[in-house]
C-alpha cells in the first residue's frame, strides 16, 4: 500500500497502535488514522493484544502457528482501496456481489483476503507484478 511506501515495521506498527490510541480517547484523526482504527474496531479479537505493548517487536512466521495480525487487517486495507478505486477493473461489482451473499463488506473482505494474499506472493516470488486477471478470476470463484 503507497500510503505505507518505506516504513519500516515497528513505524508501521505505532501507526496502528497510536491511531487505536487517539481514538479511544476521542482524538481527532487523520483519514489514514480512520481507517486504521476502523478495521481495528472490526477486529475485537486483536485489541487486548494491541492494548498490551507485545505487537511492535511480536514475530509471526509459518513455524510459529500464529496469524499475523498487522498483515490481516493490512490485508482489509488493501481491499478497500482496490474497491473504493475498482483497481482492478471489476473488484467493486466483485465486492458488492460478494457482501451480498456473505451478509456483508467486512465478510466479504474476509474471503477475499487469501486470493489477494496469493497474488501479492506469487508477485513477490517472481519479481513480477501482480496477474490482475489472475487475481479477478480466483475472487470471482468465490
Do not use: C
Not at 519500516?8 to 481514538?23: D, I, N, T
Not at 451473499?101 to 501482480?130: F, T, V
Amino acid at each position: 500500500m503507497a500510503f505505507f511506501a518505506g516504513e519500516g515495521r515497528e513505524q508501521m506498527r505505532r501507526r496502528y497502535l497510536e491511531a487505536w490510541r487517539k481514538f479511544g480517547a476521542q482524538e481527532p484523526l487523520e483519514p489514514l488514522e480512520r481507517q486504521l482504527a476502523a478495521v481495528i474496531a472490526e477486529h475485537p479479537e486483536y485489541i487486548a493484544w494491541l492494548e498490551s505493548g507485545d505487537p511492535l517487536q511480536a514475530e509471526f512466521t509459518p513455524e510459529g502457528g500464529r496469524a499475523n495480525p498487522f498483515l490481516h487487517m493490512g490485508l482489509h486495507l488493501a481491499i478497500r482501496e482496490q474497491v473504493g478505486t475498482d483497481r482492478p477493473a471489476g473488484i467493486a461489482q466483485i465486492h458488492r456481489a460478494l457482501a451480498a451473499r456473505a451478509g456483508g463488506a467486512h465478510e466479504a473482505e474476509h474471503r477475499m483476503i487469501e486470493p489477494l494474499a496469493e497474488a501479492l506472493w506469487e508477485a513477490q516470488r517472481s519479481g513480477r507484478a501482480p496477474d490482475e486477471l489472475a487475481y479477478l478470476e480466483r475472487l470471482r470463484r468465490l
